[in-house]
């Protein structure tokens, strides 16, 4: 079964920080893999996705997930923290022509 | 370009109460999906459509719930005798069929059963 899993529910860094938010995956089939955003009483947003082209995805926001296959990870990374950036992380993924399944998300904490 | 528009974004209703969500996709997207979100939780995923067919239903999706997309374009939600633990937020999205699964969300219809 295909599955997708964030380590971590909450995160918490100080603003200038390295974000690492991570997520493994779990599929018999070359996935693909999105990283969403959601802030408070609203729907998901894309921050990027990895469709099988460079392994490296550079998204919104200064995010950018990079995949390891051998690894099954899609980890999300962003090199300096802003306050903007608090919100609610959620891991996805597909084979392409089945609905997206996500994980539990992860909850990121900006400190000043 | 109007992007995911569902309503009404919030809807409080009595316990036994039916209540019933619309959601308009993205015009040109033929597929369209139901996701629930709970507090602290990721969506889980209910349904989806492409055109007018139901192709897919979870287990989640109980007999209580029904969903319709009648002409392809717009899609309703119902829920029949609502329970407090239908209590939840309701996600439409939308996808073109050939597309590589990303999905463009709606801003969410929120049920809360008293």
């Known amino acids: 079964a295909q599955s997708v899993t964030q380590l971590g529910s909450h995160v918490s860094v100080s603003e200038g920080a390295l974000v690492l938010l991570r997520c493994n995956y779990s599929?018999?089939?070359?996935?693909?893999l999105f990283w969403y955003v959601q802030y408070p009483n609203q729907g998901l947003q894309l921050l990027l996705k990895y469709t099988s082209a460079a392994t490296l995805v550079k998204g919104i926001n200064g995010f950018e997930a990079e995949f390891k296959k051998s690894e099954t990870s899609f980890h999300l990374t962003k090199p300096s923290a802003h306050m903007s950036d608090a919100a609610e992380y959620f891991c996805?993924?597909?084979?392409?022509?089945?609905?997206?399944?996500f994980g539990k998300g992860t909850r990121l904490s900006v400190i000043a | 370009d109007t992007g995911v528009s569902q309503n009404p974004r919030h809807k409080i209703t009595k316990r036994g109460q039916n209540v019933t969500f619309r959601c308009d996709p993205i015009s040109e997207h033929n597929r369209l999906y139901w996701y629930r979100q709970t507090l602290g939780q990721g969506p889980e995923f209910l349904t989806y459509f492409q055109n007018e067919a139901q192709l897919e239903k979870s287990r989640l999706l109980s007999d209580r719930f029904s969903a319709e997309r009648p002409k392809g374009s717009f899609s309703t939600l119902e829920i029949q005798r609502t329970e407090q633990g239908d209590s939840a937020m309701y996600l439409c999205a939308s996808s073109l069929t050939l597309g590589n699964g990303e999905l463009f969300f709606g801003e969410g219809s929120r049920l809360t059963v008293l």
């Open positions: 599929s018999s089939v070359p996935p693909y």
């Open positions: 996805g993924f597909s084979s392409g022509n089945t609905p997206l399944v």
